[in-house]
């Protein structure tokens, strides 16, 4: 790890002047369970760290029935897991925080940072760059093993997978990110924050470099709503999905009046699939329209090479989480 | 009893051979509390780190360290592979060491480290490993050791007399050790003679005359301590480069200690692999199952030197055989020896084979096993006690289907399967090869039988008593025939005066107290979820054979270690390379996945003890059990899905494929 400035300031204003102007002058530190990794592998080498964990209004989860929930960004993967409001209101984001990583993580690890994490392409973390980009201009990812990499949204130069398992249920539920800046805040749809960089030098946020997270907000679901979330995975515990599906069912008695489907794991950004909306709305929930909506899901997908499976992963992720929503699933 | 023989005492008068003892140093491992080489920080002591080199095969032209050797806080910088080093400063794998420095701290070495300049001509690599070589092809090419085909009896007409055969390709890819604690050191010299080294080792014995050797110094000045190790699985019985390197840096730094530890992705790059085994198999028999042929081409790469042939059929006596086996060279980490060498790899080919020719033929493989049981000499009478075993355990018989008829409907699929293993290696002086336990309690049995023949000697005046007439009992030596004659064991040490009873025990020795070569039946029960891929095991049964079992609870333990490595192998591990850039991907545990608790199933485990086992003395059992769970949960997956997966490990990626492979030709899925 290279030499770098430490500073904890008191108030968001200090904290958002002290980052950089440029990615690599600064970067934010809250519970470090990727960034310190990173800087570890020599990944990323910021000059100066800017710790946030001593500002006490990105703390705090709160609910009220017009706004929502408002998740300050420093609230651990633990904490919103077992947070009675969120179980109550959005059990999918409860279940998906409780399912990601490790007890010892979901302790330290904050939502946001778990919105702003990097991505996990074997290339990035072996330090041949976000987009692994051979010196001859080709992509390391294409003429590579791409297991793992992207099956939608995969047209280049960025291969790799959005690696949150978190974001897809937040943009199920509709979810809005607050940011704080130098200008001061701005609140976008969480599902715009997450962008395709198209060079080495861009990130896969709409966060500029001396911009914060503040807090994460989930507007309440309609009565009568079923979401759930499901994961592939081969492992029983701390290991990456392979595909990752968030369904949120707004109900019409048996009839789906609308759905929300977003997946994770399969493309650069979380995946919001209108595609498997349509094909659900104005269904019934069977095995054969849970199976069209995962079929409509991945209907524009393609394989690198290596990663034909996961196309069927996304598929029965899609379908999996649709027939849990529909029997109550999370909600 | 005579004077000078060694005997293990009948089971009657067992007192402590055979209990359940816990581990002396559990508690110390379960709390954190135990002290490994990486943990250790030594008073003034140095971290050192070095240049590795970013090619798969290169040549190093040209190094200049003259930057790193200013800056402050750097105080020794050694070359390891210079221009003039090996075949002209040529490498063969990413990741080979190339400078080493010590300094103040980890993040001043690691600026030392980018601070020197190496020059590189690279040169074409070969990375990949998988692909069938074509024999002519590699009968011409360096990159290839093509072995001499090997015949048994007459496999042409055995394949014509055989009503039944079986085509099918098996195969396991590189794995890596993977141990928890990194390969690596702290070198110290207390003075500019002595070098004192702790260091991560399955070879404390041996390790001493190692670098003694490679830095030129009396072996006798050289002190190793090691307190425990975090796994070495067969990876720790040599000297690395960065050892070496750590005891000069150390010298040049004017003695004081220096910490030379592997990060993750070095270790999992560079400090051994096991290598890839592959290949295409022909079986033959007749209808009743009587197994007649054997063909195989098989083919494996594990670094630059080509892996050996492989000893295929394994442990299975088939009467006509034909074989051929290339060794691929690739530029990667070198293989080492991983927990019982080769065996996995060649009882994955083995099994795979059999289990599908078994399918074939309509039969339970437990049943066309023991029609062949005689094929298994010499131990086709344990295989045969084992099978039995394993059948209660499992309730293989009432559970058995055919494959593909999964007794659930849909998915999961859950099937069961079997699986033997065999092991045979001779003792020796390090903790590897499954000889620790052979090696050290034979050695520590004699060794405490001549002190207490000692001590009765001593002690015998004193109860006015030959020593012949004494035994050791409860706590007391006494006249055998007149137990009211004794001395507390305290009373009797106190005999011995000032001087102390030294004994060594030596290896191998006197009387027959060790043996080699076990069998071992285990089978699995997995279910397979059709849609993703995805291999659960719900529950595996190992039965095994070592001999006289010294301590049940550790050697079960070890056999439970076994599989849960057995798992891992199984479903998750390879070593995954790439091409363009020569060097490895998955170098941290994320990608390089292990299994967790959640994902062995539940482990059941029978030793088998007493008659027939008990006389052969102390066996080892370190590797055996490690032999077969890649075996037994392909072929439980095979069993469930109705179609083999050829290659491991087991992940969704291969499932889908096999099972999409199956449907586009017609079969079940």
Request: without cysteine.
């Given at each position: 790890m290279r030499a770098f400035e430490y500073a904890s300031p008191k108030q968001k204003q200090q904290a958002v002047g002290l980052l950089g102007q440029q990615w690599g002058d600064a970067e934010v530190l809250a519970g470090g369970s990727d960034l310190l990794a990173l800087m570890k592998d020599d990944i990323v080498h910021p000059k100066r760290l800017v710790n946030v964990k001593e500002l006490p209004e990105l703390r705090g989860i709160t609910f009220n029935a017009s706004r929502g929930l408002r998740i300050g960004s420093l609230m651990t993967l633990s904490e919103i897991s077992e947070d009675a409001q969120v179980k109550e209101h959005h059990p999918m984001l409860a279940h998906a925080a409780g399912e990601a990583a490790s007890p010892q993580i979901r302790n330290v690890a904050t939502i946001g940072g778990n919105m702003c994490q990097r991505p996990r392409c074997w290339w990035f973390r072996n330090g041949f760059g976000l987009l692994a980009t051979a010196p001859d201009g080709k992509s390391l990812v294409l003429q590579g093993d791409n297991r793992y990499h992207a099956i939608l949204g995969n047209d280049g130069p960025a291969y790799f997978v959005s690696p949150s398992s978190l974001a897809p249920a937040l943009i199920a539920y509709n979810a809005r990110i607050r940011l704080f800046g130098p200008k001061g805040p701005r609140e976008i749809p969480l599902e715009k924050f997450f962008v395709i960089p198209k060079s080495e030098n861009e990130r896969e946020h709409d966060l500029r470099p001396n911009e914060i997270v503040t807090d994460v907000i989930v507007p309440a679901p309609p009565s009568g709503v079923k979401a759930s979330h499901y994961e592939v995975r081969q492992k029983a515990a701390f290991d990456w999905p392979y595909a990752t599906a968030s369904v949120v069912l707004d109900m019409n008695g048996d009839t789906v009046r609308s759905a929300r489907v977003v997946m994770s794991h399969v493309a650069p950004i979380p995946w919001v699939s209108n595609e498997a909306a349509q094909a659900l709305a104005g269904k019934t929930i069977s095995e054969q329209t849970a199976d069209a909506a995962g079929a409509a899901a991945v209907a524009n997908a393609k394989s690198?090479?290596?990663?034909?499976?996961k196309i069927k992963l996304a598929h029965v992720a899609v379908k999996r989480a649709v027939l849990q929503a529909a029997k109550g699933g999370q909600a | 009893m005579a004077e000078n023989t060694y005997q293990w005492p009948d089971a009657s008068k067992r007192k402590l051979i055979g209990k359940r003892m816990n581990r002396v140093d559990g508690p110390v491992k379960a709390s954190g509390r135990a002290k490994y080489t990486y943990d250790l920080v030594r008073p003034n002591m140095l971290y050192g780190d070095s240049v590795k080199c970013p090619y798969a095969h290169a040549r190093v032209k040209s190094i200049d360290t003259s930057a790193a050797e200013k800056?402050?806080?750097?105080?020794a910088v050694h070359v390891i592979?210079?221009?003039?080093?090996g075949a002209k400063g040529e490498v063969f794998w990413a990741g080979t060491d190339i400078v080493a420095v010590a300094a103040v701290d980890e993040p001043t070495a690691r600026d030392a480290v980018r601070a020197i300049k190496v020059e590189y001509e690279q040169l074409p690599h070969l990375v990949l490993n998988d692909k069938e070589p074509n024999l002519a092809e590699a009968e011409k090419s360096e990159l290839y050791k093509v072995a001499s085909k090997e015949t048994v009896g007459d496999p042409n007409s055995a394949f014509q007399q055989s009503e039944v055969t079986h085509e099918g390709y098996y195969g396991s890819p590189v794995i890596t050790h993977c141990c928890l604690e990194t390969h690596g050191s702290v070198a110290e010299w207390p003075d500019k003679d002595h070098l004192f080294l702790h260091i991560s080792t399955q070879n404390v014995p041996g390790i001493g005359e190692q670098v003694a050797k490679a830095i030129d110094m009396p072996a006798s000045n050289v002190h190793v301590h090691q307190d425990h190790v975090g796994g070495g699985f067969g990876s720790k019985l040599g000297l690395d480069p960065w050892g070496v390197a750590a005891a000069q840096l150390s010298k040049k730094a004017g003695g004081v200690p220096v910490k030379m530890m592997l990060n993750r992705a070095t270790e999992l790059e560079t400090a051994g692999c096991r290598p890839s085994a592959y290949a295409r198999v022909k079986v033959g028999a007749k209808k009743d199952g009587t197994l007649l042929a054997w063909e195989s081409y098989a083919w494996g790469s594990g670094g630059p030197g080509a892996p050996g042939s492989l000893a295929i059929?394994?442990?299975?006596?088939?009467?006509n055989q034909q074989k051929q086996y290339v060794g691929v060279v690739n530029h990667i980490g070198p293989s080492r020896a991983w927990r019982a060498p080769n065996h996995p790899q060649m009882c994955v080919i083995t099994m795979g084979a059999l289990d599908d020719l078994a399918a074939k033929l309509g039969m339970d493989t437990f049943d066309f096993v023991k029609k062949n049981i005689d094929l298994l000499d010499p131990r086709s009478k344990i295989y045969s006690e084992e099978l039995d075993v394993a059948n209660d355990l499992m309730q293989w018989k009432a559970r058995w289907h055919p494959r593909g008829d999964s007794d659930t409907l849909g998915i999961p699929m859950e099937a069961i399967s079997l699986q033997i293993g065999d092991n045979q290696y001779p003792p020796d002086s390090a903790s590897g090869g499954s000889s620790t336990i052979g090696g050290v309690s034979s050695a520590t049995f004699r060794a405490a039988t001549d002190a207490k023949r000692q001590l009765i000697a001593k002690v015998a005046p004193a109860l006015n008593a030959q020593p012949a007439d004494l035994e050791v009992a409860d706590g007391r030596v006494r006249v055998a025939s007149d137990a009211s004659r004794s001395l507390s064991w305290k009373e009797a040490c106190s005999k011995l005066g000032a001087q102390t009873l030294t004994v060594r025990g030596t290896n191998p020795g006197e009387g027959d107290l060790t043996n080699s070569g076990v069998g071992g039946v285990q089978m699995a029960d997995v279910s397979v979820d059709t849609e993703t891929g995805i291999v659960k095991i719900n529950k595996m049964v190992a039965v095994q054979d070592c001999g006289l079992v010294i301590s049940p609870k550790q050697a079960e333990s070890q056999v439970l270690g076994a599989m849960i490595m057995g798992v891992s192998y199984a479903l998750y591990e390879e070593k995954v390379m790439d091409q363009t850039t020569g060097t490895m991907l998955n170098t941290n545990m994320d990608n390089y996945r292990l299994a967790g608790i959640g994902d062995v199933g539940e482990l059941v485990v029978r030793l088998m003890t007493g008659p027939g086992y008990d006389e052969r003395g102390v066996i080892g059992i370190g590797e055996p059990p490690t032999v077969s769970p890649g075996a037994a949960i392909s072929n439980a997956v095979a069993n469930a899905i109705g179609v083999r997966v050829p290659f491991l490990p087991l992940t969704p990626d291969r499932v889908l494929e096999a099972l999409e492979k199956a449907q586009g030709e017609g079969g079940r899925a």
């Open positions: 690198l090479g290596r990663n034909k499976y | 800056m402050p806080g750097v105080k592979h210079g221009p003039d080093d059929p394994y442990v299975w006596k088939v009467p």
